[in-house]
């Protein structure tokens, strides 16, 4: 009986386990940016083009071998290209390595209420496609072409100076060959990890707590 209940245990744990596991690739569109704003920049190879900057809204199926469901989820722009709004676009999920590490600490302080949503996507843009710390007008490979207070947020944070953030939190959505056609590189974005429910959390301390006690009893046995 008590082999029984060590192997439901671990079960238990096992299973919450999975709700961190998720595939590799999934399916996943833009909805809108919000909040966000509209303004004129230069990218590398599209130029000058007039964009929405702000916090991305994404929708995002996590099964794609199953029922369509899309669940919300945010992020921001990490590619110089085109969004999709189109379902069933193939997005593989990378871990954040090199520039993206950078984007991803902007990502922190933007949660954190450091900044703007509209100049945390701004500071993202200049730390992927340029020096990193001067997304003014005329400056670098990258730059808005007009001056306001995001840009100007945007570019005190970057000129205090760019962290590293944490691998483990997030995910750089990639789509390698959906925009094949278009000849341009695919709009990619970098996303959070979801946060474990408390449900899945508390089963967790359940099941450890259930081995704890199991173990004490044997040993005292």
């Given at each position: 009986m008590k082999k029984f209940c060590l192997i439901t245990m671990?079960?238990?744990i096992l299973g919450a386990g999975n709700v961190f596991a998720y595939p590799e690739t999934v399916y996943l569109k833009e909805v809108t940016v919000n909040p966000g704003s509209a303004g004129e920049f230069m990218f590398p190879i599209l130029g000058k083009q007039n964009v929405l900057y702000g916090e991305y809204d994404l929708a995002i199926d996590w099964d794609k071998d199953g029922p369509m469901a899309y669940s919300p989820i945010s992020g921001f722009c990490v590619e110089y290209a085109w969004a999709t709004q189109a379902d069933k676009m193939t997005f593989a999920l990378i871990k954040p390595t090199g520039n993206y590490l950078s984007a991803a600490w902007i990502f922190d302080q933007y949660l954190m209420g450091n900044v703007s949503a509209q100049a945390a996507q701004i500071a993202i843009w200049e730390v992927m496609f340029d020096t990193?710390?001067?997304?003014?007008?005329?400056?670098?490979?990258?730059?808005?072409?007009f001056g306001n207070a995001f840009v100007d947020e945007a570019t005190q944070l970057l000129r205090a100076g760019v962290g590293i953030g944490s691998a483990d939190n997030y995910?750089?959505?990639?789509s390698p060959i959906e925009q094949a056609a278009l000849g341009e590189a695919p709009q990619d974005y970098i996303i959070r990890k979801p946060v474990p429910e408390p449900g899945t959390m508390l089963l967790l301390g359940v099941g450890l707590l259930g081995l704890v006690g199991f173990g004490r009893k044997k040993m005292f046995r």
């Open positions: 671990l079960i238990l990193g710390n001067d997304p003014t007008q005329g400056q670098g490979a990258f730059y808005a072409t995910w750089i959505a990639i």
